[in-house]
């Protein structure tokens, strides 16, 4: 699982120290930052490790610590200050979950969610950056397989997107688009739903649900394009 | 006499558009002639869900009845316009690769209408590893290995 820290932890540490010894680093070793270490003053525990996660001379990065226990890895990406990645951990090192900061602001306005095995399943979104989370996707087999979202701020979903993922997805790839359902009445339902051709291209019938019972019928606005039957 | 005929003419004129405002406001609301189909235009900007402006999506709209009525490209900062069209309901889709990745409700009922959306096209962001690896590389580089030990009875403490 790549996310975990394996069992191998010191020698994986080792091969990657040595790694950037051989590799070199761009920045000049007399004015590269140093790695910063607190401690609790009472306990005397580890609290945080600052370092640099791109290897360019500057500390970018403060790993937030109980003793041995990584709690939280904050992330600051582009080096302007502001935090633009929040990495959370559980007790095995496994990330449980990693915000994001989209319009790199330091406000956290995406979440992550990750599985055992290390894949996405979740992902929460901020689309206005008021510190509302108005869009989840959900992901299968590291590929998004469903969207909800409330385009209109009210609290209530109104949007709703289906993909075709199956077991033997690469992870990552997009799938055709199964159905796109809309709420345009804002009452809490879909009012209508597009249903597409199993290429996830056009457009296979449009359905209406008028009365909002989500039982759907074909709309009888005929295509032009389409042949009678 | 003459000034007398001046007089009524006025008289006559007054009562005329008196008579004719009074009807005005008795019978309001009727209205003749050809009715203009209004069009409108809409314009917006699509950005992935890591926030990257997504440049060179072909935008599509679609009528009520699942037909394409227009299309368009984003820029490099993502944005796009599309030729006006008719008031009316519409779903925006963002194409990629010849699938659709992404869809949008969109009600034209103005002039202009503004969409901002959201459209899905790499979750491999979302799957990258995260830096502890690099955290524990720096602990091994500073001689404390231990506190980040694998150890469960380490205790990290000086």
């Known amino acids: 699982m790549r996310h975990v820290v394996d069992s191998g932890l010191a020698v994986g540490a080792a091969i990657v120290v040595l790694a950037s010894s051989l590799l070199g680093c761009s920045a000049d070793p007399a004015t590269r930052d140093k790695p910063s270490v607190k401690y609790d003053p009472v306990s005397g525990r580890l609290k945080e490790l600052g370092f640099d996660a791109t290897r360019n001379g500057r500390n970018d990065s403060v790993g937030f610590m109980d003793g041995t226990h990584v709690q939280r890895i904050e992330v600051d990406e582009d080096e302007d200050g502001k935090v633009d990645r929040w990495e959370f951990y559980s007790g095995n090192r496994r990330l449980e979950r990693m915000g994001y900061s989209r319009r790199h602001d330091g406000a956290l306005d995406a979440m992550a969610f990750y599985g055992e095995a290390g894949e996405v399943e979740r992902i929460e979104l901020s689309t206005r950056g008021d510190g509302r989370f108005d869009r989840v996707e959900f992901y299968r087999f590291g590929s998004l397989a469903r969207v909800e979202e409330d385009t209109n701020g009210d609290g209530r979903v109104d949007k709703w997107e289906t993909y075709a993922v199956d077991a033997h997805s690469t992870p990552g790839e997009s799938h055709p688009i199964v159905s796109a359902s809309f709420d345009d009445a804002f009452r809490g339902t879909p009012t209508r739903r597009f249903v597409y051709h199993p290429d996830g291209r056009d457009v296979l019938r449009v359905e209406v649900d008028p009365d909002g019972d989500g039982v759907f019928q074909e709309s009888t606005a005929a295509r032009p394009d389409r042949p009678e039957n | ?158």
């Open chain 2, 1 to 158: 006499m003459k000034r007398m005929l001046s007089l009524a003419l006025v008289y006559s004129l007054t009562v005329s558009l008196s008579a004719g405002l009074g009807a005005q406001v008795q019978n309001p609301g009727v209205v003749t002639g050809n009715v203009v189909q209004a069009n409108g235009v809409i314009s917006g900007s699509v950005r992935s869900s890591s926030g990257r402006p997504l440049s060179g999506i072909t935008m599509e709209l679609v009528d009520a009845r699942g037909t394409r009525v227009g299309t368009t490209t984003t820029s490099r900062d993502g944005d796009f316009t599309l030729l006006p069209v008719a008031y009316d309901t519409y779903t925006l889709q963002c194409v990629q690769q010849n699938k659709v990745i992404g869809t949008s409700s969109v009600i034209l009922k103005a002039a202009t209408e503004s969409v901002k959306m959201t459209c899905t096209s790499d979750a491999g962001v979302w799957n990258k590893a995260g830096v502890v690896t690099a955290l524990v590389a720096v602990a091994a580089g500073l001689g404390a290995a231990g506190i980040v030990s694998t150890k469960d009875d380490a205790s990290g403490s000086r």
